[in-house]
């Protein structure tokens, strides 16, 4: 009786599994479940990330070219204006002034030409005295001659070359005057397709993206994939369409867009149009390289998901650290992705400054050295026409243009490399610089800055120094102010830089949104302190404009 009830009594121990095994498995699912969700959530975070640093590439490969052609056709520009004041094209005569446009430094595989309302009067490609093209010769010179006698100097599109064959060429015009300010000529000097190649490679991108120049018409200039350069590739059509909705006097526009290139690959075109030029710059990836670490990103989750859901209980700690794994490895990802965008920001910047170190060289070496065995041989000269009051005076007003050709040329050789900044540091220079500027443009600086600004290291004093160099002569040239205050300091470790004016403020563009029209010069500033996390912003009113940069300090640098 006893064995039997004993028998027919349930054991607790026995039901126990039946009712804690389901809450178990509920409770590990819902655990495995949340993991699940967060692994997935951070794989597919840092596989967002890695597609934006790629997407950020092309957009600043575009933005790095297109200041690169800028500053090709603004050394172009320079030229012109210095060979504009030569004497002996104001005297008329084109013998001489062909022997200078031949003496004249110029980049490989350009010319340049002088030419008049009919066609050209010298070109340095052919003899003194060889004929030469008319401009009825080009089935475009109206819409050209009248580009240079309304704006005074232009870019022409990409064009032909009828004395060198077979070439595509770029021209860069300035208008030339009579005394009585009608229209005589203009100068002009040709860049060709190699040069602008070029600078095209100066930009180092994968080997399966494009990138290329455009005209104003849109038609390529220069283009470049898989490490062949040419003129052939078009723009992708969907861009093409895009610019060609905009009006001409749009302010500069960058940006993206997705569509099909020329061999109907999908691709992510990022652009940006030049307002000194109206060029496009244009870098192109596939986006099946853009979006490979989304692709990635869930190839990583598809095996660790199918794992969880399989295995029981141990399979937590093992998923655990599989979890730990993949997520360090997509952390050093995304750090060396961001440490090469870093690196090649800081390239681009390097180059920038050894070029402007060696042209600096260059100039006060040799053309500034010239100019002085110039003015000493005109010496020389005045003792020997003592007898003629005229020839005497002539050389006298000749040596004044001397001296201050030789004035501007330090000035100008300073502002592309002060020499002191290495040795004194940012706080001096600076105060030098601004005296300096205050002096030659009449403007009344205020200026504050705290000696802790020497802490920062000598990259960003370098560009800090650019930016101040950029606002002050943006407020020299736009501004009309008869006052500016600048201002640096450390706070909050960080380098703060204040420039207000009080001239007038910035114009906003006729469109809607009110947009403020930028040249190159803003865009450069907001690029150099984005190379070290800093930042640009600018307030404008009708009477006055203020621009705060600021740059975070390496700890060590900083003061907190």
């Known amino acids: 009786m006893t064995e039997a009830v004993t028998q027919g009594i349930a054991d607790p121990r026995r039901n126990f599994p039946t009712r804690f095994r389901p809450r178990v498995v509920l409770t590990f699912s819902a655990l495995v479940f ?72 110029i980049p490989e595989g350009s010319w340049l030409i002088l030419q008049d309302l009919d066609g050209q009067v010298v070109n340095t490609l052919l003899p003194f005295g060889a004929s030469l093209p008319r401009h009825r010769d080009f089935p475009t010179y109206p819409e050209a001659l009248n580009r240079i006698r309304e704006r005074g100097w232009t870019v022409s599109g990409r064009m032909g070359s009828i004395v060198k064959a077979g070439s595509t060429v770029i021209a860069l015009s300035l208008r030339l005057d009579h005394p009585d300010g009608t229209m005589k000529g203009f100068i002009t000097t040709v860049l060709s397709q190699d040069r602008l190649g070029a600078v095209l490679r100066d930009q180092k991108l994968p080997a399966k993206w494009m990138r290329g120049l455009y005209d104003r018409k849109f038609q390529p200039i220069v283009t470049e994939r898989d490490g062949a350069t040419a003129s052939l590739i078009p723009m992708p059509k969907a861009l093409a369409a895009l610019l060609a909705s905009g009006s001409q006097d749009d302010p500069p526009a960058e940006g993206f867009i997705e569509g099909v290139d020329d061999r109907g690959v999908a691709v992510l075109a990022a652009y940006r149009r030049s307002a000194a030029t109206d060029w496009t710059s244009v870098v192109v990836a596939p986006l099946a390289v853009v979006n490979a670490p989304i692709r990635g990103g869930l190839t990583q989750m598809a095996g660790p998901t199918a794992f969880l859901l399989i295995v029981g209980g141990l399979a937590a700690l093992f998923t655990a650290r599989q979890v730990e794994r993949p997520m360090r490895t997509l952390s050093q990802q995304v750090t060396q992705a961001k440490s090469e965008v870093i690196q090649l920001s800081e390239q681009l910047l390097a180059l920038q400054e050894e070029e402007r170190q060696r042209i600096a060289r260059e100039l006060h070496d040799s053309t500034a050295q010239h100019l002085v065995a110039t003015n000493l041989r005109l010496m020389r000269l005045v003792g020997e026409i003592r007898h003629s009051p005229a020839a005497a005076k002539i050389c006298e007003e000749i040596g004044d243009l001397l001296d201050t050709a030789l004035l501007e040329l330090r000035v100008f050789t300073y502002l592309l490399h002060p020499p002191n900044l290495a040795k004194e540091g940012l706080h001096a220079t600076l105060r030098e610089f601004i005296d300096g500027f205050a002096a030659r443009t009449g403007l009344q600086a205020w200026v504050r800055v705290a000696n802790a600004v020497n802490e920062a290291p000598s990259d960003i004093q370098r560009s800090i120094l650019r930016v101040v160099q950029e606002a002050l002569t943006n407020v020299h040239r736009h501004a009309d102010a008869s006052h500016v205050h600048v201002g640096a300091k450390v706070v909050g470790g960080c380098l703060v830089v204040r420039v207000r004016d009080d001239g007038r403020g910035m114009p906003a563009s006729a469109g809607a949104g009110g947009r403020l029209r930028m040249g190159v010069g803003i865009p450069g500033m907001h690029a150099r302190l984005r190379q070290f996390g800093g930042d640009l912003k600018i307030r404008t009113r009708s009477k006055g404009t203020s621009l705060l940069a600021y740059v975070p300090l390496p700890r060590q640098s900083g003061r907190i």
């Open 34 to 105: 949340a993991a699940f969700i967060v692994v997935a959530a951070l794989v597919f975070s840092h596989a967002l990330n890695n597609r934006q640093a790629i997407r950020d590439q092309v957009s600043n490969s575009a933005v790095a070219l297109s200041f690169g052609f800028d500053q090709e056709v603004a050394a172009g520009s320079a030229l012109l204006k210095g060979l504009s004041s030569s004497p002996a094209l104001k005297a008329g005569d084109a013998r001489a002034f062909y022997e200078q446009l031949k003496a004249t430094p």
